[in-house]
């Protein structure tokens, strides 16, 4: 099979591996004419706790929290982060790139951009941000790994995951 590569979804999660994903992207689309959507997801499980705090505590803080304003406020900081990233990292490979930032339950996010953003390759770390929720209900990674139409690339440090002999 001869399939040409033309997106590549760059999913970016501010962690320590953003950076390393971030890198295996820019190589894969190296002498091809293929575009990099950096791909990031507010976890709808944050903005549910900024609602409950919000909803239940009002009267304990001086001004209320409006949700939409904080989310605004961090979708921004989301794209200024991701912007800096490309800036100081990838500045020669910035017109290579998109920048795309969510709400929602990161792997069904990351399936929906599949799907509506056409795109033909995944590039993930297979660690992030995750928490003891990780360990409940699986990671991320691990679900678009499942259930994704199109190949996943699995970034990893190899002084991280070192096998152990």
Known sequence: MNKQIQKILACIDLSDYSLMTLGYAVELAKGMDTQIIVFNVIN????????????????????????????????????????????ENFFD??????????????????????????????????????NIARVLFGSAAEKVFRHSPVPVVSVRERKIFKREK
């Not at 998109?98 to 770390?125: H, Q, R, W, Y």
């Open 44 to 87: 709808q499980k944050d903005i549910t706790g900024v609602e409950m705090i919000s909803s239940h505590f009002a009267g304990y803080f001086s001004t209320a929290i409006n949700v939409e304003d904080y989310t605004k406020e961090l979708k921004q900081d989301r794209l200024e982060s991701l912007k800096q990233l490309i800036k």
């Open 93 to 130: 490979e910035k017109s290579l790139m998109s920048i795309k930032v969510e709400m929602g339950i990161p792997f069904e996010k990351i399936l929906e951009a599949i799907e509506t953003e056409n795109i033909d390759l995944v590039v993930m770390a297979n660690k992030g941000r995750g």
